[in-house]
């Protein structure tokens, strides 16, 4: 993993970005963004998250992701492995209850790191 210093302004998609204060995946984009770098919101509301844009499907999304934060689940994410795939981030973080091995699996096949990890965890101890 790259320490804070070397990863700063990465573009960073939250799939499952919520506008609700009060989850994970809404916190996560506001850490991003205090920590320096691009957070790209995804949710198919498409309802801005910390006044960003949201962009309905990860497919609406430009090329040059760096990582993919996950905050929906297994079912929600198997049915975006195309999506994912067609991504192409460098790394992947499974967020605590979002694990799904057979993805993981093949995300990884095709060259992705993959890290089953608190994505808050590592923005505050500098391991993002």
């Known amino acids: 993993m790259r320490g804070a210093a070397d990863s700063?302004?990465?573009k960073v998609a939250v799939l499952g970005a919520s506008t609700n204060p009060e989850r994970f995946s809404h916190?996560?984009?506001e850490m991003l963004l205090e920590y320096g770098h691009t957070p790209?919101?995804?949710h198919p509301s498409g309802a801005p998250v910390k006044g960003l844009e949201t962009k309905r499907s990860l497919a609406e999304l430009a090329p040059g992701v760096d990582t993919l934060c996950v905050y929906v689940n297994?079912?929600?994410?198997t049915a975006?492995?195309?999506e994912i795939l067609g991504l192409r981030p460098?790394?992947?973080?499974f967020n605590p209850g979002t694990e799904n091995p057979q993805l993981e699996a093949a995300l990884e096949a095709a060259g992705m790191l993959i890290e089953r990890v608190c994505t808050l965890v590592l923005l505050r101890t500098g391991a993002f």
């Open 8 to 10: 700063a302004g990465l």
């Open 27 to 29: 916190r996560a984009v």
């Open 40 to 42: 790209l919101p995804v």
């Open 74 to 77: 297994r079912d929600i994410s």
């Open 80 to 82: 975006l492995e195309r």
């Open 90 to 93: 460098r790394r992947v973080i």
